[in-house]
């Protein structure tokens, strides 16, 4: 938030020397270049890789806690889901989404009191991606629940 007004304080600055100096141009100032370089799309969304590659990397006592699995387990998760799910969620130009980053949005989702909305933000994806990643993964771990429950 704080980043919000100090670049609305600096566009303003900006369109203030722009009236006083009618016909001259003038180069942008040096921190309104390097805020506007550094904004991202919806405010300031974090990279996707930071939170995900955090979980990964959390100890074995912590991973287990905040997901509900071992990593061994999740990594067998991981290969069992690869087999049928796609990772074609980039549409309109955005990259594709691991296999491993989908069975963890679905695990932070179903073992977290957490919203869509705060995941998404988490992991830099849309509302409705995690949406559907949720779903796919959910539909894909009862195709092959046969598999695993007897």
């Known amino acids: 938030m704080a980043a919000s007004i100090r670049n609305l304080v600096l566009i303003e600055e900006l369109l203030e020397d722009e009236e006083?100096?009618?016909?001259?141009?003038?180069?942008?100032?040096?921190?309104?270049?390097?805020?506007?370089?550094?904004?991202?799309?919806?405010?300031?969304?974090?990279?996707?890789?930071?939170?995900?590659?955090?979980?990964?990397?959390?100890p074995p006592n912590l991973f287990r806690y905040h997901c509900r699995l071992s990593k061994y387990t999740f990594q067998l998760l991981v290969n069992e889901l690869s087999l049928g799910l796609s990772q074609n969620y980039g549409h309109g130009g955005f990259t594709d989404i691991p296999i491993d980053m989908q069975a963890m949005v679905f695990l932070w989702y179903i073992s977290n009191q957490t919203s869509m909305r705060h995941i998404a933000w988490d992991f830099g994806l849309a509302k409705s991606t995690v949406h559907e990643i949720v779903h796919a993964v959910a539909s894909e771990l009862v195709k092959i629940s046969h598999k695993f429950i007897q």
């Open 20 to 58: 006083e100096e009618d016909s001259e141009t003038t180069d942008l100032p040096l921190p309104l270049l390097a805020s506007l370089v550094t904004m991202t799309r919806a405010g300031g969304v974090k990279n996707e890789t930071d939170f995900f590659e955090n979980v990964l990397n959390l």
